[in-house]
């Protein structure tokens, strides 16, 4: 039976580069030294711990198990901490047996965990990847349940219409993991319902519908609202409301006044500002390229020229969002943030933030610019290109001549005909671009927001799904093939035989193998470190990927799908395959993710506010601007369907984009209303009166009322009850009050009321 390891720390011991001779010996003395003063930490925290070679040269994985005394010394404080902070607990003065009630899996590793990386001032060892005192620990992460991983997929795959329950990923990888597949799951059945209402719209009413819309935003408000009050009922189930207030603090923490901490908060705004500015100026670029530029190129290689808006795209976007997240990590470490959850938070809005515009600001230029004002940005375009005498218009046909005069005769005779521009002037290079403003304005598509919507709620989710599942298997195998070792699909987290790799596996000897029972238990051991190496080497899970997926999906939907109704079909089919993917990657492609307690998805629930919002503008101003304005239902579906972007055909788009803009101002309004009635209506109906209610009142006070009883403290009602009991053992039955000294007072001993109701009775 393999040993049973807790915890993994991944300790560096040389930095991976060539050393002189007095600078390895230096490296290494300090290595020692840290590592020497690891083990000790640990070992002085009642943990065991022993260090093991890694994979990679200059690499030791310190596996740490925690023994049973010192987990109920961790469940204890637990529970007083729990009990100070308001958390739901029971008899917080008991010892709490744990072999007749263990601690599920999750709540062991998140105490071990907690305990390991918290800092010294808050009962912790300190040891925090990160850290100033510990910088060659470079990460601490928790084993894979193969058991649980292959019965888990296993339920995905029987049930193959249905969802499973998630009671046992609570169990296993905690609150937050248990949350996120809680909100996809809750999001994906919500979905049915506005895929029902878009198929009918689809194929029955008109494009850009007033009454799908209304449904639409209507079905969005209720679906934000419904799950804040629905994670507000988890986390009274899992007795985790208000596990903010028990949260240690970071250990890269430092103390600072709060208008220091204000201000570099506020620091961080003017450099999202440049970089949203800098990506909002290259996706324009891109988008004018792309929709204008090479619709009027004619010459050789036009069939091609529409890959290159792609390629600038895959260029430069990526590139400027990996610049900008070192800045934003720098950023939100220099904000110096007390907790992990409002590190991750402020790091959230930072990314998600461009994240959003590189998503939306594509399909919003083709609504509000490419069909109001195709026209006259085309013939702008073709100005600006063809009929502007500048020093840098005339160097740029220069050099576009000296380029076609390189091709050969053959490809460029077609183009070589010599005509007149409409000002007189000859044009040898006409023919390589279209420059008759009628037949530019027909290349045009009518049908552009339809094809768009269509790629990010199709193509896109196919191509993620191969990101997440297919590209680390072919990843593998590449890193197989070239580390010597063969060709190997396998899985690095699927069991310890989980490796099937062609190439030779070494066998290493040992000389004090003596006995059968010797060798079987180093072969069992050398295959857990195996399996323990081949974790290592996998990546960390982050929630917020998958979350930035659901959300930006989220917001196709409740911004743009009144284009396309179809798109919330094709987001229900991707997300009952994104339920089981994700189980999938978690499972195979990443590290165990460390448990952690939470009561909300944070952030993410005031981005999905953010943008039902937003939809309530977005349709506003679509329907105003595209929906047909005469009664006849155009010929096919909306996918083919031309925009009417001109109420009149006489209409000014200026005039016309500035009415719109109103409407959806006033929207917006319209937004603020709707959402009041639907969260008072959903907080009567699932809120109010339900037992989670009840439930989170009674907790405020059982818990208080057990401890005074521990403590043998009488409360009013056991007090009231002596007091009864003493007055009825008295003679008379009654009990009074003692005086001043010690006598009874004739004041409280003699009543007038029943002498004053009977004389008025017999005046009566």
């Given at each position: 039976?393999?040993?049973?390891?807790?915890?993994?720390?991944?300790?560096?011991?040389?930095?991976?580069?060539?050393?002189?001779?007095?600078?390895?010996?230096?490296?290494?003395?300090?290595?020692?030294?840290?590592?020497?003063?690891?083990?000790?930490?640990?070992?002085?925290?009642?943990?065991?711990?022993?260090?093991k070679?890694?994979?990679?040269?200059?690499?030791?994985?310190?596996?740490?198990?925690?023994?049973?005394?010192?987990?109920?010394?961790?469940?204890?404080?637990?529970?007083?901490?729990?009990?100070?902070?308001?958390?739901?607990?029971?008899?917080?003065?008991?010892?709490?047996?744990?072999?007749?009630?263990?601690?599920?899996?999750?709540?062991?590793?998140?105490?071990i965990?907690?305990?390991?990386?918290?800092?010294?001032?808050?009962?912790?060892?300190?040891?925090?990847?990160?850290?100033?005192?510990?910088?060659?620990?470079?990460?601490?992460?928790?084993?894979?349940?193969?058991?649980?991983?292959?019965?888990?997929?296993?339920?995905?795959?029987?049930?193959?219409?249905?969802?499973?329950?998630?009671?046992k990923?609570?169990?296993?990888?905690?609150?937050?993991?248990?949350?996120?597949?809680?909100?996809?799951?809750?999001?994906?059945?919500?979905?049915?319902?506005?895929?029902?209402?878009?198929?009918?719209?689809?194929?029955?009413?008109?494009?850009?519908?007033?009454?799908?819309?209304?449904?639409?935003?209507l079905?969005?408000?209720?679906?934000?609202?419904?799950?804040?009050?629905?994670?507000?009922?988890?986390?009274v189930?899992?007795?985790?409301?208000?596990?903010?207030?028990?949260?240690?603090?970071?250990?890269?923490?430092?103390?600072?006044?709060?208008?220091?901490?204000?201000?570099?908060?506020?620091?961080?705004?003017?450099v999202?500002?440049?970089?949203?500015?800098?990506?909002?100026?290259?996706?324009?670029?891109?988008?004018?390229?792309?929709?204008?530029?090479?619709?009027?190129?004619?010459?050789?290689?036009?069939?091609?020229?529409?890959f290159?808006?792609?390629?600038?795209?895959?260029?430069?976007?990526?590139?400027?969002?990996?610049?900008?997240?070192?800045?934003?990590?720098?950023?939100?470490?220099?904000?110096?943030?007390?907790?992990?959850?409002?590190?991750?938070?402020?790091l959230?809005?930072?990314?998600?933030?461009?994240?959003?515009?590189?998503?939306?600001?594509?399909?919003?230029?083709?609504?509000?610019?490419?069909?109001?004002?195709?026209?006259?940005?085309?013939?702008?375009?073709?100005?600006?290109?063809?009929?502007?005498?500048?020093?840098?218009?005339?160097?740029?046909?220069?050099?576009?001549?000296?380029?076609?005069?390189?091709?050969?005769?053959?490809?460029?005779?077609?183009?070589?005909?010599?005509?007149?521009?409409?000002?007189?002037r000859?044009?040898s290079?006409?023919?390589?671009?279209e420059?008759?403003?009628?037949?530019a304005?027909?290349?045009?598509s009518?049908?552009?927001?339809?094809?768009?919507?269509?790629?990010?709620?199709?193509?896109?989710?196919?191509?993620?799904?191969?990101?997440?599942?297919?590209?680390?298997?072919?990843?593998?195998?590449?890193?197989?093939?070239?580390?010597?070792?063969?060709?190997?699909?396998?899985?690095?987290?699927?069991?310890?035989?989980?490796?099937?790799?062609?190439?030779?596996?070494?066998?290493?000897?040992?000389?004090?193998?003596?006995?059968?029972?010797?060798?079987?238990?180093?072969?069992?051991?050398?295959?857990?470190?195996?399996?323990?190496?081949?974790?290592?080497?996998?990546?960390?899970?982050?929630?917020?990927?998958?979350?930035?997926?659901?959300?930006?999906?989220?917001?196709?939907?409740?911004?743009?799908?009144?284009?396309?109704?179809?798109?919330?079909?094709?987001?229900?089919?991707?997300?009952?395959?994104?339920?089981?993917?994700?189980?999938?990657?978690?499972?195979?492609?990443?590290?165990?993710?460390?448990?952690?307690?939470?009561?909300?998805?944070?952030?993410?629930?005031?981005?999905?506010?953010?943008?039902?919002?937003?939809?309530?503008?977005?349709?506003?101003?679509?329907?105003?601007?595209?929906?047909?304005?005469?009664?006849?239902k155009?010929?096919?579906?909306?996918?083919?369907?031309?925009?009417?972007?001109?109420?009149?055909?006489?209409?000014?788009?200026?005039?016309?984009?500035?009415?719109?803009?109103?409407?959806?101002l006033?929207?917006?309004?319209?937004?603020?209303?709707?959402?009041?009635?639907?969260?008072?209506?959903?907080?009567?109906?699932?809120?109010?009166?339900?037992?989670?209610?009840?439930?989170?009142?009674?907790?405020?006070?059982?818990?208080?009322?057990?401890?005074?009883?521990?403590?043998?403290?009488?409360?009013?009602?056991?007090?009231?009850?002596?007091?009864?009991?003493?007055?009825?053992?008295?003679?008379?039955?009654?009990?009074?009050?003692?005086?001043?000294?010690?006598e009874?007072?004739?004041?409280?001993?003699?009543?007038?009321?029943?002498?004053?109701?009977?004389?008025?009775?017999?005046?009566?």
């Open positions: 039976m393999p040993p049973q390891v807790d915890l993994v720390l991944v300790f560096r011991s040389s930095p991976g580069k060539v050393l002189s001779k007095p600078q390895a010996r230096e490296n290494a003395r300090q290595a020692a030294q840290q590592y020497t003063r690891l083990l000790d930490v640990l070992k002085n925290g009642r943990l065991h711990a022993v260090g070679r890694g994979e990679k040269e200059g690499q030791l994985l310190v596996l740490v198990h925690c023994p049973e005394s010192t987990l109920t010394r961790l469940v204890q404080r637990e529970r007083y901490s729990d009990f100070l902070c308001g958390l739901p607990t029971t008899n917080p003065t008991g010892t709490r047996d744990l072999a007749a009630d263990p601690p599920t899996p999750a709540d062991r590793l998140r105490l965990h907690t305990y390991v990386t918290s800092r010294p001032e808050d009962g912790g060892l300190g040891v925090a990847p990160g850290s100033s005192n510990w910088d060659r620990v470079e990460s601490v992460l928790v084993l894979h349940d193969h058991a649980f991983n292959e019965a888990w997929i296993r339920a995905w795959t029987t049930r193959q219409l249905g969802f499973v329950k998630f009671d990923i609570r169990e296993q990888f905690g609150e937050a993991v248990a949350l996120y597949f809680h909100f996809l799951s809750f999001y994906t059945k919500h979905l049915l319902f506005i895929s029902a209402v878009g198929v009918l719209f689809y194929f029955v009413s008109l494009p850009y519908s007033t009454l799908y819309s209304s449904i639409l935003l079905w969005s408000v209720t679906f934000v609202e419904w799950w804040r009050i629905k994670q507000r009922i988890l986390s189930r899992w007795g985790t409301k208000g596990s903010f207030r028990v949260e240690k603090r970071r250990a890269q923490y430092t103390p600072l006044s709060w208008w220091k901490k204000d201000l570099r908060m506020l620091a961080s705004l003017p999202i500002l440049l970089f949203a500015s800098v990506l909002a100026v290259i996706l324009t670029a891109i988008f004018i390229f792309e929709a204008f530029v090479t619709q009027l190129y004619t010459g050789p290689g036009h069939r091609f020229i529409g290159s808006p792609t390629i600038l795209f895959a260029a430069l976007v990526p590139r400027l969002l990996a610049i900008y997240h070192s800045y934003a990590v720098r950023l939100t470490n220099w904000e110096n943030h007390g907790h992990q959850s409002t590190h991750d938070a402020s959230t809005i930072k990314t998600f933030s461009l994240s959003a515009i590189v998503a939306y600001l594509g399909i919003a230029l083709s609504a509000f610019v490419y069909v109001p004002f195709g026209e006259e940005v085309m013939a702008a375009v073709q100005h600006y290109l063809f009929y502007r005498d500048t020093p840098f218009h005339a160097t740029a046909r220069t050099w576009l001549s000296s380029v076609f005069s390189a091709l050969p005769q053959n490809v460029t005779a077609p183009f070589n005909a010599t005509a007149e521009s409409k000002d007189g000859p044009s290079n006409r023919t390589f671009w420059l008759d403003t009628g037949s304005r027909g290349k045009l009518s049908t552009r927001l339809q094809d768009q919507m269509f790629a990010f709620t199709v193509t896109n989710q196919v191509i993620n799904t191969f990101l997440e599942i297919g590209l680390p298997f072919v990843m593998r195998a590449v890193t197989s093939l070239r580390s010597g070792k063969g060709l190997s699909l396998a899985a690095p987290a699927a069991g310890a035989n989980g490796g099937n790799s062609n190439g030779k596996k070494k066998r290493v000897m040992f000389e004090d193998q003596t006995g059968e029972a010797v060798a079987e238990d180093q072969e069992e051991e050398r295959e857990f470190l195996e399996r323990v190496k081949r974790e290592v080497a996998l990546p960390d899970y982050e929630l917020f990927a998958d979350y930035s997926e659901m959300v930006t999906q989220f917001g196709y939907v409740a911004l743009w799908s009144t284009i396309w109704p179809l798109a919330p079909v094709m987001s229900l089919l991707n997300n009952w395959l994104e339920l089981r993917s994700d189980a999938f990657k978690i499972t195979v492609h990443v590290r165990r993710p460390i448990p952690t307690r939470t009561d909300t998805i944070g952030p993410w629930l005031d981005t999905l506010t953010f943008l039902t919002w937003l939809g309530a503008l977005t349709n506003s101003a679509l329907v105003y601007l595209f929906r047909p304005r005469d009664q006849c155009p010929l096919g579906t909306s996918l083919s369907h031309a925009h009417h972007h001109l109420s009149t055909p006489h209409a000014a788009p200026q005039e016309y984009l500035m009415s719109a803009l109103l409407i959806a006033g929207a917006s309004h319209g937004y603020i209303l709707l959402r009041m009635f639907v969260r008072h209506t959903l907080e009567r109906m699932l809120w109010r009166g339900s037992k989670e209610e009840r439930e989170a009142e009674r907790v405020e006070t059982v818990v208080k009322e057990q401890y005074l009883r521990s403590l043998g403290v009488a409360d009013v009602v056991s007090a009231e009850d002596r007091d009864k009991a003493q007055a009825a053992e008295s003679p008379t039955g009654e009990r009074s009050a003692p005086g001043p000294e010690g009874f007072s004739a004041f409280w001993s003699r009543d007038e009321g029943l002498d004053e109701l009977t004389r008025g009775t017999k005046e009566a």
